[in-house]
T-cell receptor
Framework: EAGVAQSPRYKIIEKRQSVAFWCNPI?????LYWYQQILGQGPKLLIQ????????DSQLPKDRFSAERLKGVDSTLKIQPAKLEDSAVYLC???????????FGPGTRLTVL | AQTVTQSQPEMSVQEAETVTLSCTYD???????LFWYKQPPSRQMILVIR??????QNATENRFSVNFQKAAKSFSLKISDSQLGDAAMYFC??????????????FGTGTLLAVQP
């Protein structure tokens, strides 16, 4: 069974530029999560989808971050415009449903200069 | 709000020895899940072990076991017969039960484990 796929693995941008990350969850997983992991900290949930609906986006900085999960499968997370403090690893995870274990992808390391 | 605390930023263990990583948490909920995840330099979070709060029996997965003390809100991870491949950052995480406030994972700050040959 293929795991959670993410791309790109690394991204370097200048502040005020925009960036997008892509996630493909494990086949059949209805729940998808985006976490932000700042260096030296544990991951923090940004947004959770159940199929293509948003369940929790309470910690998503909506003035600059947006996410979508069209057709309830793949998801994209966008930052526009990026700030220095957005430098972090962005982890995508999926689970079969909200009760199940979350499986993580390899993450995207974003550096904002 | 729920919080997770890992008070050991770094730990070291000799190969084949046993090490225990500490985790405490705070919650007012009675039903929840606790997890230990391993994050090697590749950055991929890998589930090590999971404990349901309603179960009194401590979870075990091969060389990994937990000591779950619900009253003390403590959830430590014991790694027996440590191997070089166990070297990684270990995160303790909390999740509400499905009917709880949220099912997001709440992570501690991690413990970096080094394994000495």
């Amino acid at each position: 069974e293929a795991g959670v796929a993410q791309s790109p693995r690394y991204k370097i941008i200048e502040k005020r530029q925009s960036v997008a990350f892509w996630c493909n969850p494990i086949s059949g997983h209805a729940t998808l999560y985006w976490y932000q992991q700042i260096l030296g900290q544990g991951p923090k949930l940004l947004i959770q989808f159940q199929n293509n609906g948003v369940v929790d986006d309470s910690q998503l900085p909506k003035d600059r971050f947006s996410a979508e999960r069209l057709k309830g499968v793949d998801s994209t997370l966008k930052i526009q415009p990026a700030k220095l403090e957005d430098s972090a690893v962005y982890l995508c995870a999926s689970s079969q449903n909200v009760r199940d274990t979350q499986y993580f992808g390899p993450g995207t390391r974003l550096t904002v200069l | 709000a729920q919080t997770v605390t890992q008070s050991q930023p770094e730990m070291s263990v000799q190969e084949a020895e046993t090490v225990t990583l500490s985790c405490t948490y705070d919650t007012s909920e009675s039903d929840y899940y606790l997890f230990w995840y391993k994050q090697p330099p590749s950055r991929q979070m890998i589930l090590v072990i999971r404990q349901e709060a309603y179960k009194q029996q401590n979870a075990t997965e091969n060389r990994f076991s937990v000591n779950f003390q619900k009253a003390a809100k403590s959830f430590s991870l014991k790694i027996s017969d440590s191997q070089l491949g166990d070297a990684a950052m270990y995160f303790c995480a909390y999740r509400s039960s499905p009917g709880g406030a949220t099912n997001k994972l709440i992570f501690g700050t991690g413990t970096l484990l080094a394994v000495q040959p």
